[in-house]
């Protein structure tokens, strides 16, 4: 008789590998296009790790003790964002998924379905980790031209290091809902966990880490790292794994073994601690998920007041719709908190220009400014087509299995998808004249480039939405448990490239005509008639370009959603 524990485990595989069975040739494009961003990826890394290490080696006295305290501070990173990650992973896991009720009545040991469940999520939370962590422990290994043993100790030492992240993460879990409501306890762990990233992401950039390019603010940082004290203990499993892995980096003394086997036991009795404390806590949490949803972190009446002030200018069917996307938009937790990342992207990129010293760079200020300016409004748009496929392109497919109930109302496609464009389209054109207008001011751009950059972010916004709405209605996805995997699947990769090739063209075509006038005007030169046409003639084509990349792709999903009813 086969062990029940490989059948729990039997969905989740034959989820990963049908994924595609409704497709295989989009499949076989999407895996391709999957791998090739991931090789680049990891090629990136490993280049980044490999530079910054051979300059350690090429520091006297000091450059191993460098390289070293980074190990150490990579490990301790790896450790904190892997108990982090499986905290939220099994949360879903244990108390949200859909499949518990089911698993819960049939005749099976909690130990198996608890067993099963830990290795749903130890591999959820940590194949990331241990995908774009393998190029960094790579880099040191070619760098200080390792034996195989290193990289041997490499996969020995990340698997009980792995196992113990993720018991911790999970009894963590479990003791959090029994203080709070399942449902409760992740809108929490949302917002903490964007609230840190943000912190962070705000933190890393007013350091201005530029500035370690000048050759006396390396030094001094260099002196900086040799002095501090790497945030370790000999108690963390990071420590451990760093001196299982030193000795036989740097061929120093030390005892990998003793270390090695630390982890490995710890990994076994976390294993055997975390089963014995979900036996004993985790059905009476679980029973407790089941229950209504709570308070939220949004108020409904809140929700009712801004929606109604919204949709205003808006006709019967439209407002309908679009109080209804942006009640659902604010009532989940993962959504709205968005926003906050957001805020900080747009707080950062208005910062970059703030310190922006164009004295320092030999050129023409003058000339510079309005360079920068043009080259700005594809930046911006690549801002806004970012910001669209968390937002826009899962437009459609946040309707989810409720989608046929938006059907069953007197609402033709053409209606629910235009009026979905028009909510995303408005506030998007908002957030980029902000972008483009504040960057400018901060640039001190010529009033014809401000013009030209305004004109052009609304056109680039028009496209980057209907192309954000059309080919989310093209790949919906109304099935997924996590709104987030939405903008990782196929159809997303295929809108940024193409977002992004639209703006590369957009502004390809107003290059020419553009720079024509500013040098003329730069040169004192007389500007002919013949050349404002020129620009007018090239913003009328971009402007018939951003009809196109917005009306066709919105006229594709609206057959392809009417073709899913037939």
């Not at 680049?40 to 390289?67: C, D, H, K, N, P």
């Not at 501070?73 to 518990?100: C, G, K, Q, R």
Request: hydrophobic share 55%; proline share 3%; charged share 15%.
């Amino acid at each position: 008789m086969k062990d029940t524990f490989l059948y729990l485990l039997h969905p989740s595989w034959r989820t990963l590998w049908n994924r595609d069975s409704g497709s295989r040739g989009s499949g076989t494009l999407k895996n391709a296009v999957i791998i090739t961003l991931g090789v680049l990826f990891w090629v990136g890394i490993f280049y980044l790790f490999y530079r910054v290490l051979s300059y350690f080696q090429g520091v006297e006295a000091i450059g191993t003790i460098l390289a070293v305290k980074l190990l150490t501070m990579i490990t301790v990173v790896f450790f904190s964002l892997l108990v982090f990650s499986n905290i939220v992973t099994a949360l879903s896991a244990f108390y949200l998924s859909d499949e518990l009720l089911l698993l819960h009545s049939l005749p099976l040991p909690l130990e198996r379905i608890y067993l099963a469940k830990f290795v749903e999520t130890l591999i959820s939370s940590s194949w990331m980790i241990v995908l774009f962590g393998m190029p960094v422990f790579g880099a040191y290994g070619v760098v200080y031209e390792a034996s195989w043993d290193y990289y041997v100790a490499v996969l020995l030492g990340f698997v009980p290091f792995l196992v113990i992240a993720a018991a911790v993460g999970i009894m963590c879990t479990m003791g959090l809902v029994r203080l709070f409501p399942a449902r409760r306890t992740k809108e929490i762990l949302v917002l903490l966990s964007i609230l840190l990233l943000i912190s962070l992401y705000l933190l890393f950039r007013f350091l201005q880490p530029e500035r370690l390019f000048e050759e006396a603010e390396l030094d001094r940082f260099i002196n900086f790292l040799a002095m501090i004290k790497t945030p370790s203990s000999v108690y963390l499993p990071s420590h451990w794994l760093t001196e299982f892995l030193v000795p036989l980096l740097f061929d120093r003394s030390g005892a990998p073994i003793l270390h090695f086997l630390l982890l490995l036991s710890t990994a076994m009795a976390s294993v055997t601690i975390g089963t014995w404390v979900g036996g004993r806590i985790y059905i009476d949490g679980w029973m407790r998920s089941q229950e209504g949803g709570g308070a939220r972190l949004v108020a409904d009446s809140w929700i009712h007041r801004a929606s109604d002030f919204v949709t205003r200018p808006f006709g019967l069917q439209t407002r309908s719709i679009v109080r209804k996307d942006i009640k659902l938009f604010l009532r989940d937790t993962t959504q709205w908190t968005q926003l906050l990342l957001l805020g900080a992207l747009v707080v950062v990129y208005l910062y970059n220009f703030r310190v922006l010293d164009l004295k320092k760079i030999p050129m023409s200020t003058v000339y510079l400014q309005n360079l920068l300016s043009f080259l700005n409004m594809g930046l911006a748009g690549f801002v806004i087509s970012a910001v669209a496929i968390r937002f826009v392109f899962p437009a459609v497919s946040i309707e989810g299995k409720s989608f046929w109930l938006v059907r069953s109302a007197p609402i033709s496609i053409r209606k629910l998808l235009w009026s979905k464009f028009w909510m995303y389209l408005v506030p998007l054109l908002v957030l980029s004249e902000i972008l483009i207008v504040l960057s400018n001011w901060f640039l001190n751009v010529s009033g014809f480039m401000m013009g030209v950059s305004v004109v052009t972010m609304v056109f680039l916004t028009a496209g980057i939405v209907g192309l954000g709405i059309g080919l989310g209605a093209v790949y919906p996805r109304f099935f997924v448990e996590n709104v987030a995997k939405i903008a990782t699947g196929y159809g997303a990769i295929l809108y940024m490239i193409l977002a992004m090739g639209f703006i590369a063209l957009a502004v390809f075509l107003e290059a020419w005509p553009v720079n024509e006038i500013f040098m003329y005007s730069f040169a004192g030169i007389e500007i002919h008639t013949t050349r404002w046409v020129l620009v007018v003639c090239a913003l009328a084509l971009v402007g018939v370009l951003s009809l196109a990349v917005c009306v066709i792709p919105m006229q594709m999903g609206i057959r392809n959603l009417e073709a899913r009813e037939s």
